[in-house]
Nanobody
Framework: QVQLVESGGGSVQPGESLRLSCAAS????????MGWHRQAPGKERELVAT???????VYADSVKGRFTISRDNAKSTVYLEMGSLKADDTAVYYC???????????????WGQGTQVTVSS
């Protein structure tokens, strides 16, 4: 079965950096868009950043200039470099990937289990 596994979360102080990784594994024919979302306590899940297979990116206004999304297609892995972290960035970060398992299947989105990022002094 397809799995998306995140890593790299943790606790940091304001102004510090973290790097998240998410690797897709299992029976995969093609991985299309990949991205990161986050959900803070009491809030709805929101988009952080996405990247197409060709490297085109979209960022939430709140993270522009501080976060960078990238991917390694050969490894079916997406990364999120987070800099100048703020307390408002505290959330569970979820990886998402749109992919097809076989050539005949339709594209669908898979989600990781989430990784906690806490920014606090």
């Amino acid at each position: 079965q397809v799995q998306l596994v995140e890593s790299g979360g943790g606790s940091v102080q304001p102004g510090e950096s973290l790097r998240l990784s998410c690797a897709a594994s299992g029976p995969i024919f093609t991985v299309y868009d990949m991205g990161w979302h986050r959900q803070a306590p009491g809030k709805e899940r929101e988009l952080v950043a996405t990247i197409t297979r060709n490297g085109n990116t979209v960022y939430a206004d709140s993270v522009k200039g501080r976060f960078t999304i990238s991917r390694d297609n050969a490894k079916s892995t997406v990364y999120l470099e987070m800099g100048s972290l703020k307390a408002d960035d505290t959330a569970v970060y979820y990886c998402a990937g749109a992919l097809r398992r076989t050539v005949v299947e339709n594209r669908r989105t898979y989600w990781g289990q989430g990784t906690q990022v806490t920014v606090s002094s």
